[in-house]
Nanobody, 120 residues
């Protein structure tokens, strides 16, 4: 599975962005997809995930971010609303065959990342 993240950009606090994670390869539907982010000087952290019809969110984004999945398009979306400066990071999508959706070290494939910058 190859992943391509897109949709990042510069937005003012309170604004919105929608990230896309487009996959290629077979058996995309067999994988859970997670979004992670990494800010400068910080560790990569779990943001959201979609697995077997269930969605998962970090507490810091719950109620503001929404993950969705379109298997026909092999794409997972992350709608980000009410953005805050602390959401500024490089956002990565990743594919997980099995394991804990919140643990980055268990993912099998990673996309290249897309920069999200939220100005105050």
């Amino acid at each position: 599975v190859q992943l391509q993240a897109s949709g990042g950009g510069l937005v003012q606090a309170g604004g919105s962005l929608r990230l896309s994670c487009a996959a290629s390869g077979r058996r995309f539907s067999n994988y859970a997809i997670g979004w992670f982010r990494q800010a400068p000087g910080k560790e990569r952290e779990f943001v959201s995930g979609f697995s077997d019809g269930s969605t998962y969110y970090a507490d810091s984004v719950k109620g503001r971010f929404t993950i969705s999945r379109d298997n026909t398009k092999k794409t997972v979306y992350l709608q980000m609303n009410s953005l805050k400066p602390e959401d500024t990071a490089v956002y990565y999508c990743a594919a997980l065959r099995s394991g804990s959706i919140r643990r980055s070290d268990e993912y099998d494939y990673w996309g290249q990342g897309t920069q999200v910058t939220v100005s105050s």
